[in-house]
């Protein structure tokens, strides 16, 4: 909706700025007739001109935002993972060190077979364990990409920020 808006004005602000452009090729060619047309017409043509850029700029900015926002929104999104991750591989290590203390009590009470069936559940427990690391590495690979993203969006930002500032020095000198 704001992008619709912001593109309509600026849309609206290149067909003033060529309407004058216009004109002032024909008030040039009757400078001689009346010189304050022309300086009237470079006057709606600067204005014209300050508006699309002020309107262009508007819509790059909210570009800019929204690609912000939205990799933050990926970044939380990437924390909650891992975080879940992480507690999930807790809760393995826990459930796995329970089973080996019961497989402890059992082997005191002799029993072979309570044994091998704890047994194969640690195992399968410590496969659960290094599924639950390998998803929590992946994690935090796509957090450190997300941030790269985020600093890259900044530079730039500061880069048009400062580029702006130098065209609207050119344009007030």
């Known amino acids: 909706m704001l992008a619709s808006i912001l593109g309509l004005f600026c849309v609206d602000a290149w ?8 004109r002032e ?9 009346n010189p304050d047309t022309l300086n009237h017409i ?5 204005r014209s001109q300050r508006n699309l850029y002020i309107s262009g700029f508007s819509l790059f900015l909210w570009i800019v935002i929204q690609r912000l926002a939205s990799l ?14 992480k507690s999930q591989a807790e809760s393995a290590s826990r459930t796995a060190e329970l089973l080996l203390d019961q497989n402890k009590e059992k082997e005191e009470k002799g029993a072979d077979e309570v044994e091998q069936e704890l047994k194969d559940k640690v195992k399968e ?12 590495g992946e994690a935090n690979k796509e957090l450190n990409q997300k941030d790269k993203e985020i600093e890259a969006m900044k530079s730039q930002a500061e880069g048009l920020t400062r580029e702006y500032d130098r065209v609207c020095e050119e344009l007030q000198e």
């Open 15 to 22: 067909r003033e700025m060529q309407k004058y452009i216009e």
């Open 125 to 136: 427990m410590e496969k659960k364990l290094a599924s639950a690391q390998k998803e929590l």
């Open 42 to 46: 470079l006057m709606w043509k600067f």
């Open 25 to 33: 090729e024909q008030a040039k060619a009757e400078a001689t007739v």
């Open 72 to 85: 933050l929104k990926d970044k939380a999104t990437a924390k909650a993972e891992a975080s879940a991750a």
